[in-house]
């Protein structure tokens, strides 16, 4: 039987998780519950129904499809319509009801999908990866979630010559880490926060097994690009970067430093999933700001033997935000 996983998304065209034209492949199930996480559709692993309202015209179906009752009805009070919604409490995500929705107010998020249909997606753009330097990223969710999957993608893109790139969030078996890790041509890990109580209250897990991988890459001769999201009054202190950038100085694995602006983008995909987002009304860092925490990284980065303001020997920069 061919090895399969559940992923939610491939994307093609993407710039901004890798150089160049890149196609990402989304999986679906993450450890972490961070509170800024902008695809909570991937966080758990199983196949979920995710409602919008908006696309809603009334027209019934997925009342009838539903073999649980979870439907509810869309009549208002005194003739007046309003969208059918899911009662989270009785759907199982069975999908019967995104199966029969024409106008998807009502989707099906994750599928199983096998290796080769996934390296079929990933062959349409072969053209763009060679003209742009680009290749294939493998994001989430965390791909070490289904780390067999993960590294068979990685064998059959390497075996066709297609460049590769895998973020993490770093929280796995360090033999699956290391492994997957070997296979690929870059490799984006993580770090949040620091202080590992303010990593459980923000994550809901503990950083001390995420750092100590991030560290024993170095026995694997592993290079690594550290990501670290700002999140204004979480990790957005000129300590916490100084902090961050002190560590990737001390460890020679780490080859760039890129610090990601919050955004709120992926707010309305928690109200599709019915879920709280707790930073809602949450502004962006603005661009002195930003300019100011990445000076600071610079400063503490320039202590590294061989780095250079501005130089390639140690780059820190800032790019696009991701959840």
Same mark, same amino acid.
Request: hydrophobic share 35%; charged share 25%.
């Given at each position: 039987? #061919?090895?399969?996983?559940?992923?939610?998304?491939?994307?093609?065209?993407? /710039?901004?998780?890798?150089?160049? +034209?890149?196609?990402?492949?989304?999986?679906?199930?993450?450890?972490?519950?961070?509170?800024?996480?902008?695809?909570?559709? @991937?966080?758990?692993?199983? #196949?979920?129904?995710?409602?919008?309202?908006?696309?809603? +015209?009334?027209?019934?179906?997925?009342?009838?499809?539903?073999?649980?009752?979870?439907?509810?009805?869309?009549?208002?009070?005194?003739?007046? $319509?309003?969208?059918?919604?899911?009662?989270?409490?009785?759907?199982?995500?069975?999908?019967?009801?995104?199966?029969?929705?024409?106008?998807?107010?009502?989707? =099906? +998020?994750?599928?199983?999908?096998?290796?080769?249909?996934?390296?079929?997606?990933?062959?349409?753009?072969?053209?763009? $990866?060679?003209?742009?330097?680009?290749?294939?990223?493998? @994001?989430?969710?965390?791909?070490?979630?289904?780390?067999?999957?993960?590294?068979?993608?990685?064998?059959?893109?390497?075996?066709?010559?297609?460049?590769?790139?895998?973020?993490?969030?770093?929280?796995?078996?360090?033999?699956?880490?290391?492994?997957?890790?070997?296979?690929?041509?870059? /490799?984006?890990?993580?770090?949040? !926060?620091?202080?590992?109580?303010?990593?459980?209250?923000?994550?809901?897990?503990?950083?001390?097994? +995420?750092?100590?991988?991030?560290?024993? =890459?170095?026995?694997?001769?592993?290079? *690594? /690009?550290?990501? @670290?999201? !700002? /999140?204004?009054?979480?990790?957005?202190?000129?300590?916490?970067?100084? @902090?961050?950038?002190? =560590?990737?100085?001390?460890? #020679? %694995? *780490?080859?760039?430093?890129?610090?990601?602006? $919050?955004?709120?983008?992926?707010?309305?995909?928690?109200?599709?999933? %019915?879920?709280? $987002?707790?930073?809602?009304?949450? !502004?962006?860092?603005?661009?002195?700001? *930003?300019?100011?925490?990445?000076?600071?990284?610079?400063?503490?980065?320039?202590?590294?033997?061989?780095?250079?303001?501005?130089?390639?020997?140690?780059?820190?920069?800032? *790019?696009?935000?991701?959840?």
């Amino acid at each position: 039987m #061919p090895l399969s996983g559940l992923i939610f998304d491939i994307q093609r065209f993407s /710039i901004h998780d890798g150089p160049g +034209i890149r196609t990402v492949v989304f999986f679906k199930g993450c450890p972490l519950r961070c509170a800024w996480c902008a695809n909570p559709e @991937s966080q758990r692993m199983q #196949p979920e129904v995710a409602d919008s309202a908006d696309n809603c +015209i009334g027209c019934g179906d997925c009342l009838t499809a539903c073999p649980r009752g979870a439907i509810r009805d869309a009549t208002g009070g005194e003739g007046r $319509y309003r969208p059918f919604s899911i009662d989270r409490a009785m759907c199982d995500d069975c999908g019967r009801c995104a199966d029969v929705c024409m106008p998807e107010a009502k989707r =099906l +998020i994750g599928r199983q999908v096998t290796v080769e249909e996934v390296m079929a997606d990933v062959r349409k753009d072969t053209v763009f $990866y060679r003209s742009s330097g680009g290749g294939v990223t493998l @994001s989430g969710g965390e791909p070490l979630s289904q780390p067999a999957f993960t590294s068979a993608i990685l064998d059959a893109c390497r075996r066709a010559g297609i460049p590769t790139a895998l973020e993490t969030c770093g929280q796995a078996a360090f033999d699956d880490l290391a492994s997957v890790c070997a296979l690929a041509d870059d /490799i984006y890990f993580d770090v949040k !926060l620091l202080d590992d109580d303010a990593h459980r209250r923000w994550t809901g897990v503990s950083n001390e097994h +995420i750092l100590e991988n991030l560290r024993r =890459l170095g026995e694997c001769e592993t290079e *690594v /690009i550290v990501r @670290s999201p !700002l /999140i204004p009054g979480c990790n957005d202190g000129e300590r916490d970067v100084r @902090s961050l950038a002190r =560590l990737c100085a001390e460890l #020679p %694995q *780490v080859r760039a430093l890129e610090l990601l602006p $919050y955004h709120g983008f992926g707010e309305h995909k928690y109200q599709r999933l %019915q879920r709280d $987002y707790s930073l809602t009304g949450m !502004l962006a860092l603005q661009s002195g700001d *930003v300019d100011r925490l990445l000076a600071a990284a610079h400063e503490e980065l320039g202590q590294r033997a061989g780095f250079e303001e501005g130089g390639e020997a140690f780059p820190c920069r800032v *790019v696009a935000a991701f959840g």
